[in-house]
């Protein structure tokens, strides 16, 4: 969002200055304001995959409570190394830098493909499941999926006094959903829901991670 340059205008951390000048002074202006953050279309790819091994080497630690293996799993590990690298960028913008293209095709593509990969892997296992349980399974799944987010709704709006947006976002990253994230802020023609979607997404994924393989433990 572009601020009016006024009087009053006050500089805040993550905010970017647009310096227009001959290259000379603003190469010279640019380590007295803060770091020179150029457009560029490159990756750091090295801080990229440094956090990606680090976090799969934490995921793939494994330790018992109740005699019931828990793990974040390689996944799980990268999430979690993604949320610190992010937020160190955020406290310093000179390392870490994705580009917003590139972004855009990790959320849209990159989730489409991972539906897809699920969808694939847990096809058989729901059409055996139904054989097995009949209809009540599938009407079980919609009341699981659907009860959670009614309370959620209800509890941000009575309870917590959130606005709308922040609440759908919330909602969305607590079913750990980009798309919905997406058609929201289409519909609200906003990126405010973001703000709700972040930790709900990352307190989603950890606890669907570590959660979805104790509980299929212990009902086994």
């Known amino acids: ?32 304001i803060g770091y020179a953050d150029r457009d560029t279309d ?23 409570l109740g005699g ?8 799980g590990g990268a999430l979690i190394a993604g949320l610190v690298c992010g937020w160190l960028r955020s406290v310093d913008r000179t390392f870490g830098r ?31 499941g139904l054989k097995a349980q009949g209809l009540e399974l599938f009407l079980a799944g919609i009341v699981v999926t659907t009860v959670p987010l009614v ?24 079913r750990t959903t980009t798309a919905a994230l997406g058609a929201i802020e289409a519909e609200a023609k906003s990126k405010v829901p973001a703000l709700g979607y972040t930790v709900t997404y990352a307190v989603g994924n950890t606890l669907l991670t570590v959660w979805g393989v104790a509980v299929v433990l212990l009902m086994s």
């Open 1 to 32: 969002m572009e601020l009016p340059v006024t009087w009053g205008l006050k500089l805040e951390r993550g905010d970017t200055l647009t310096l227009v000048g001959p290259r000379v002074h603003v190469e010279n202006a640019a380590p007295l």
């Open 98 to 128: 994705i580009p917003e293209p590139a972004l855009w095709v990790f959320n849209n593509i990159g989730l489409n493909v991972f539906i897809a990969a699920v969808g694939i892997s847990a096809g058989p296992g729901f059409v055996a």
């Open 42 to 64: 490159e990756t750091d790819m090295v801080v990229m995959g440094i956090g990606i091994v680090i976090g799969a080497l934490i995921g793939a630690l494994t330790f018992e």
């Open 151 to 174: 309370v959620g709704l209800l509890a941000g709006k009575y309870l917590f006094r959130m606005q709308a947006p922040i609440i759908l976002g919330a909602c969305a990253g607590a």
């Open 68 to 75: 019931v293996p828990l793990s974040l799993s390689t996944s």
